[in-house]
Each structure stands twice: as structure tokens, then as C-alpha cells.
């Protein structure tokens, strides 16, 4: 069973940092790319980055790039997102997913239950 | 950045009825289209990807079509389970954006 986990969410103020870590199990990880995505408190989904199965590729929205790191440590199954420079508009819970790239399509197969990073004073 | 437009925002329906919710892009996507339902309390579940392929283990009441900037998700007699937000989501090109959702409930 595929199971997505992660960890390191809390409350950080203004321009602190938080690394938040996805820990997968039930696949092999270095076969897939990997995704994280954010739910703002207004419930909607917004992609945040992605990286591909061996970690020599990554992409990342505009609005984190500069400030959020996607990696990954395939000898521990480990998905992580070092973040920067926080603010409070990054507030949200963020999901790591599992991307089997199929035939060219990406989508999210698998989400883990999130992590809420709250960015507050 | 493609954006992408549902709708309606929320619908009510009965069980049994046919409901359908739609997707617009702002440009064209060919089938690059992923729909995603999720409950209260519980992270997003895949239901279709590549506009129209039924995702394992999802019901065969569920059913995607479109091609090029206008999509459907279908739901073929309504559950109660079925009550929750579908998203739709476009992997064309990064970023991969996602609809804003439907709120769907039961009268």
C-alpha cells in the first residue's frame, strides 16, 4: 500500500524557515516524480513544486521560486521542501503526492494528509 | 500561467440524479486534464486523469470527457459518498494549475 507522510509543519513568523519532510512507503520512490502542493485556508489547491525521480529536476511555481528547495533522498524513500523567507501568504496545509508519469500524463495518484504551516507574528 | 474556470462554484442534487461539472482552460490543453474529489478532512483522490481514464478503484459512475479548452466530469446516478469538492487540475504546462472546485451536495 502506497502511504505518503509528512512532517515539520508548525507555526513560524515572518521571514523564518521550516523544512517540511514526506516520508513514502509502498513503491519504489526513485521511480516517480514528486509533487507538493498547497490548500490555502479559502480550501483551494495551488502547485507548489515538483521534482523527478533521481532529483536532477526540478520546477517550482513563481511565487515560491527563490525562496522553497524541493529535494529528495532516495536512500531514506524521503520527499522534502525547505522553505524561506516565509509569509504569511504561504499559510496552508501542504501535501506531498506521488506522480507516476504515465505515457507523458502527470497526475497526482496519491496525496499524503498534509502538513499546516501557519506564517504569524 | 493557464488558468482554469469551474463550474458552477456549488450544486445540489438528489440521489440518483446525473450531475455534471465543468472545466474551462484559458488556452488549449489538448487532454492534459485531471479531475480530483475530496471529502471534508481528507486529502484529494485522484478520479480521472488524461481527461476521459477512469483512475483504479474509482466507481464507474464517474466519468471525464473534452479535449482542447472545455472539459466535463460527469457523476451517473448520485451517491450520498459522492458529497464533496471536485477540482480539476491541467498538466499541460507548469505550473499546473487547478480549478477553484464544486461543492457538491445532496438535497
Known amino acids: 500500500e502506497v502511504q505518503l507522510v509528512e512532517s515539520g509543519g508548525g507555526l513560524v513568523q515572518p521571514g523564518g524557515s521550516l523544512r517540511l519532510s514526506c516520508a513514502a512507503s509502498?513503491?519504489?520512490?526513485?521511480?516517480?516524480?514528486m509533487h507538493w502542493v498547497r490548500q490555502l485556508p479559502g480550501k483551494g489547491l495551488v502547485w507548489v513544486s515538483r521534482?523527478?525521480?533521481?532529483?536532477?529536476?526540478?520546477t517550482y511555481a513563481d511565487s515560491v521560486k527563490g525562496r522553497f528547495t524541493i529535494s529528495r533522498d532516495t536512500a531514506k524513500n524521503t520527499l522534502f521542501l525547505q522553505m524561506n523567507s516565509l509569509r504569511a501568504e504561504d499559510t496552508a496545509v501542504y501535501h506531498c503526492?506521488?506522480?507516476?508519469?504515465?505515457?507523458?500524463?502527470?497526475?497526482?495518484?496519491?496525496w499524503g494528509q498534509g502538513a499546516q504551516v501557519t506564517v504569524s507574528s | 500561467d493557464i488558468q482554469m474556470t469551474q463550474s458552477p462554484p456549488s450544486l445540489s442534487a438528489s440521489v440518483g440524479d446525473r450531475v455534471t461539472i465543468t472545466c474551462r482552460a484559458s488556452?488549449?490543453?489538448?487532454?492534459?486534464l485531471n479531475w480530483y474529489q475530496q471529502k471534508p478532512g481528507k486529502a484529494p483522490n485522484l478520479l480521472i486523469y488524461a481527461a476521459s481514464s477512469l483512475q483504479s478503484g474509482v466507481p464507474s459512475r464517474f466519468s471525464g470527457s473534452g479535449s482542447g479548452t472545455d472539459f466535463t466530469l460527469t457523476i451517473s446516478n448520485l451517491q450520498p459518498e459522492d458529497v464533496a469538492t471536485y477540482f480539476c487540475?491541467?498538466?499541460?504546462?507548469?505550473?499546473?494549475?487547478f480549478g477553484q472546485g464544486t461543492k457538491l451536495e445532496i438535497k
Open positions: 503526492a506521488r506522480d507516476p508519469d504515465l505515457r507523458g500524463y502527470s497526475f497526482l495518484e496519491n
Open positions: 488556452r488549449r490543453i489538448t487532454n492534459y
Open positions: 521534482i523527478n525521480g533521481d532529483g536532477s529536476s526540478t
Open positions: 487540475q491541467q498538466s499541460y504546462s507548469t505550473p499546473y494549475t
Open positions: 509502498g513503491f519504489t520512490f526513485s521511480s516517480y516524480w
